[in-house]
């Protein structure tokens, strides 16, 4: 059974960084693409970032492009997401997302994940 436990959302004021884990059990280490996205209040789920299953890829959304850093430590199981430079913008609830694959993709669309955490609340004040 796969599962996906995000953590280290909180509350952040503009300007500041956080850094989201995504614990992932029952997959096999290195055999996915993973993924954030989140969904702000009011509004649907986006992509934020994606990474492939060896990390060699990555993917960013327009919006937090050169904010912030996804990467992977396969040894631990986890993927992280750094987020810099945080705006108001990026108040959401920030989801993991995984993918099995053969291949050394990144996926874009949140339809093409088969696996996903409860989310970890973001909530960036000015």
């Known amino acids: 059974q796969v599962q996906l436990l995000e953590s280290g959302g909180g509350l952040v004021q503009t300007g500041g960084s956080l850094r989201l884990s995504c614990a992932a059990s029952?997959?096999?280490?290195?055999?996915?693409?993973m993924a954030w996205f989140r969904q702000a209040p009011g509004l649907e789920r986006d992509f934020v970032a994606a990474?492939?299953?060896?990390?060699?890829?990555?993917a960013y959304g327009a919006s937090v492009k050169g904010r912030f850093t996804i990467s992977r430590d396969d040894a631990k199981s986890t993927v992280y997401l750094q987020m810099n430079s945080l705006k108001s913008d990026d108040t959401g609830v920030y989801y993991c997302?995984?993918?099995?694959?053969?291949?050394?993709?990144?996926?874009?669309?949140?339809?093409?994940?088969?696996?996903w955490g409860q989310g970890t609340r973001v909530t960036v004040s000015s």
């Open positions: 997302a995984a993918r099995q694959l053969l291949n050394s993709r990144v996926v874009y669309s949140g339809h093409q994940y088969d696996y």
């Open positions: 029952g997959l096999t280490a290195g055999s996915a693409a």
């Open positions: 990474i492939s299953r060896d990390g060699g890829n990555t």
